[in-house]
């Protein structure tokens, strides 16, 4: 079992930054797949950006590509998103994920992550 603990939401202005950080416990690996999700009120949970642990391939989605940053550090099992340049369309509870082993085809699938996180709310003010 993996265990995946979100922390850093809060509210910011539209402009501003926040940096979310996923901790790690358990059974991890370094062939892990980790990912962010968001999902707003009334929507479906979407692809934010994902790492590959093994090599550090990122890949994002278009709509937070250039503002948002994903990375990890393996000394504490923790992977970041660096959110920069928010805007309240970011607005969302935003989700860490881990899959044990997925193609990178289904990057962008939730269905295809094993373990996820409690959720971490970001709301950013117009």
């Known amino acids: 079992q993996v265990q995946l603990v979100e922390s850093g939401g809060g509210l910011v202005q539209a402009g501003g930054s926040l940096r979310l950080s996923c901790a790690a416990s358990?059974?991890?690996?370094?062939?892990?797949?980790m990912g962010w999700f968001r999902q707003a009120p009334g929507k479906e949970r979407e692809f934010v950006a994902t790492i590959r642990w093994s090599d550090d391939y990122t890949y994002y989605a278009d709509s937070v590509k250039g503002r948002f940053t994903i990375s990890r550090d393996n000394a504490k099992n923790t992977v970041y998103l660096q959110m920069n340049s928010l805007k309240p369309e970011d607005t969302a509870v935003y989700y860490c994920?881990?899959?044990?082993?997925?193609?990178?085809?289904?990057?962008?699938?939730?269905?295809?992550?094993?373990?996820w996180g409690q959720g971490t709310q970001v709301t950013v003010s117009s």
């Open positions: 358990g059974r991890t690996s370094s062939s892990y797949v």
């Open positions: 994920a881990a899959a044990r082993s997925v193609g990178s085809y289904y990057y962008t699938i939730p269905g295809s992550y094993d373990y």
